[in-house]
């Protein structure tokens, strides 16, 4: 009888487990369906609706760059409750991935710091933070390249359904940050993993877009693939035409960042000269001709690339950073004359 009333314990025990772990399970699944996913959809709503096109139409790249770091955990995670919000992550990555490349670039300026002071073991520590930064934001953009893969498949094939301004937009973004989650793992001289193949890709992916409606964007970065890549240019192309074509209609645009991709050619190709130029006419026209409203989170970004550019020039050669107010300018601009000149033809 006591082994008995032992089972029948056990049993008693067993099934009040059961039931209490049938509406645990229960209850997480019914918060799952009824309140979390369709919270999770009306802010998938809400970011494409609204979220997106404000941060387009605002010029603080710091704050786009904060949002992007802060919000992408809380975000993504719906995506265990309803689609995947992979659209945003696209925008989420390539955005967070720009944080990290800034950092980047200011312990870039302390290496070159420091090896102008001959100072070796600053040198190395900022070289090895470069580095770390590199990685952290290749990863970042290759998640958010990733994305554009699982929602439209993989740039290169055929073309998916872009049906709006919204698709060929996220579609852009998602094969700018593969470019620059190649060119960031290749700067860190490490390997996490980013197919080398993805520029070839990307070349073929930006057929899909157009070009006049992008601001020269997809011809840029196909050309810049072609002046980066040996081998890469088609018979009978010529990439540095194409870039220059490609910079008159972000400037037309009022949305310049075609200037970058064909900065970043330039540098790539040690055509420091033409770097400058680029940054020159980026600066000229910046001053006289106001930001598209509709993307001066694009245009400032642009800027802002090109100034870590003029930055690292202006470094190497002087041991600091683009003066304020100064960028399109260079330590080796002829100064303007402040003698006067006479005409002599008035002495006659």
């Known amino acids: 009888m006591k082994n008995f009333g032992e089972i029948k314990s056990l049993l008693k025990n067993s099934l009040l487990l059961a039931v209490v772990s049938v509406q645990l399970v229960g209850c997480q ?16 709503s809400l970011a494409k609706e609204h979220t997106v096109p404000y941060m387009l139409g605002t010029e603080d790249v710091a704050v786009s760059c904060a949002m992007s770091e802060a919000l992408s955990p809380l975000l993504m995670a719906f995506g265990r409750v309803t689609s995947n919000p992979d659209q945003l992550g696209v925008m989420l990555g390539l955005s967070a991935g720009a944080c990290e490349e800034q950092r980047a670039w200011d312990n870039e300026l302390r ?9 070796p073991d600053e040198a190395e520590d900022a070289l090895i933070t470069q580095k770390r930064h590199l990685v952290s934001a290749s990863k970042r953009q290759f998640t958010a390249y990733n994305h554009l893969v699982s929602y439209y498949g ?4 055929e073309c998916p359904d872009l049906d709006d301004d919204f698709d060929q937009f996220i579609w852009m973004a998602g094969m700018l940050s593969g470019l620059q989650a190649l060119n960031n793992e290749l700067q860190s001289t490490s390997s996490i993993g980013v197919p080398k193949n993805i520029a070839s890709k990307v070349e073929r992916g930006t057929s899909c877009i157009d070009d006049d409606q992008w601001w020269g964007v ?4 196909k050309a810049a693939v072609w002046a980066m890549l040996p081998g890469a240019l088609p ?9 220059e074509t490609a910079q008159a209609k972000g400037e037309a645009a009022r949305v310049r960042l075609p200037n970058v991709l064909y900065a970043m050619a330039a540098f790539t190709n040690g055509k420091d000269e033409l770097v400058k130029d680029i940054i020159r006419r980026h600066a000229d026209q910046v001053k006289r001709h106001p930001a598209n409203p509709d993307y001066a989170l694009i245009d400032t970004t642009a800027t802002i690339q090109l ?10 050669n002087t041991g600091h950073r683009t003066p304020m107010g100064g960028l399109g300018t260079f330590w080796d601009d002829k100064k303007e004359s402040n003698v006067e ?4 033809d008035d002495l006659l």
């Open 29 to 44: 699944t019914f918060k799952d369906k009824v309140v979390y996913a369709p919270a999770g959809d009306i802010m998938q």
């Open 111 to 119: 290496y070159l710091r420091a090896m102008r002071d001959l100072r």
């Open 154 to 157: 993989e740039p290169g094939g």
């Open 218 to 221: 997809p011809m840029a970065m």
């Open 235 to 243: 018979h009978g192309e010529n990439a540095w035409e194409r870039l």
């Open 307 to 316: 100034q870590a550019l003029s930055d690292r020039l202006w470094t190497e």
């Open 341 to 344: 000149v006479m005409d002599l």
